[in-house]
C-alpha cells in the first residue's frame, strides 16, 4: 500500500516537473522567435536606417552596424527556436492531455531520444549564439544589449532544461512506466473488482 501510494507521489512529481519545464522552454523558444524576427528590435532587420541609410542587418558577428553581420546566423537562431518550438510543443500536449499522457510514459524511450537531441541542439545553439556575440560598439549604438543577452541566456537555459528532461525521461520510464499505463496527474488506482 505504502509503495503504491510513493509510486503514485513519485509519478505526480514527474508529471508536474515535465509539465513545467516543457511549458519554460516553449515560451522562451518562442521568446527567442520574437526577439529575433521582430525588425524593431533591430537584431535581424533587412532595412535598418542607420546613419542616413538603409542597411541589411543581422547583428550577429556584426562588427559594425554598416558591415550587416552574419545573416546565416540570424536565420539559424530562428531556425534553433523554431524547431525546438514545435517538438517540445507536441511533448508538451502528450504531457498536458490526460488521454495522452499514459503514452508518453509508456514510450518513455522516444521521449528520451528526443530530449537528447534536443539537449545538443541548444548545446550547439547556445555555443553558436554566444559565439557569434556582436561588437560591444554595434550593441550600444542600436541599443540591443538586453536582447542578444536575453537570447543568449534563453539559450543556455533551454540547454539545462532539456538536459534535465533526459533525466526525468528515464525516471519515469524506470520508475513509472514499468506499473503500466496510470496517469501521474492524479491517483487513478485502479479499483478492478473481480466478481466470481
Known amino acids: 500500500m505504502v509503495e503504491s501510494k510513493l509510486q503514485d507521489g513519485v509519478s505526480a512529481a514527474l508529471w508536474t516537473v515535465r509539465f513545467f519545464l516543457y511549458t519554460v522552454i516553449l515560451a522562451f523558444s518562442a521568446t527567442i522567435v520574437g526577439l529575433d524576427g521582430r525588425k524593431a528590435d533591430n537584431i535581424w532587420n533587412d532595412s535598418l536606417f542607420y546613419d542616413g541609410k538603409f542597411v541589411d542587418f543581422c547583428a550577429y558577428s556584426a562588427s559594425s552596424v554598416e558591415e550587416g553581420g552574419d545573416h546565416g546566423a540570424c536565420r539559424y537562431v530562428m531556425a534553433l527556436a523554431s524547431i525546438s518550438l514545435i517538438l517540445v510543443f507536441f511533448l508538451w500536449l502528450f504531457t498536458f492531455v490526460d488521454a495522452l499522457y499514459p503514452v508518453l510514459t509508456m514510450f518513455w524511450f522516444i521521449e528520451l531520444g ?16 554566444s559565439a557569434k556575440r556582436p561588437d560591444s560598439s554595434v550593441l550600444d549604438a542600436l541599443g540591443i544589449t538586453k536582447d542578444i543577452n536575453a537570447i543568449e541566456g534563453l539559450s543556455w537555459i533551454n540547454f539545462a532544461f532539456s538536459l534535465f528532461l533526459c533525466g526525468i525521461s528515464i525516471a519515469d520510464g524506470l520508475l513509472v512506466g514499468q506499473r503500466g499505463t496510470g496517469s501521474g496527474k492524479q491517483n487513478s488506482g485502479n479499483n478492478n473488482s473481480n466478481t466470481a
Open 114 to 129: 528526443i530530449n537528447v537531441f534536443q539537449t545538443m541542439w541548444w548545446l550547439v545553439g547556445a555555443i553558436v549564439v
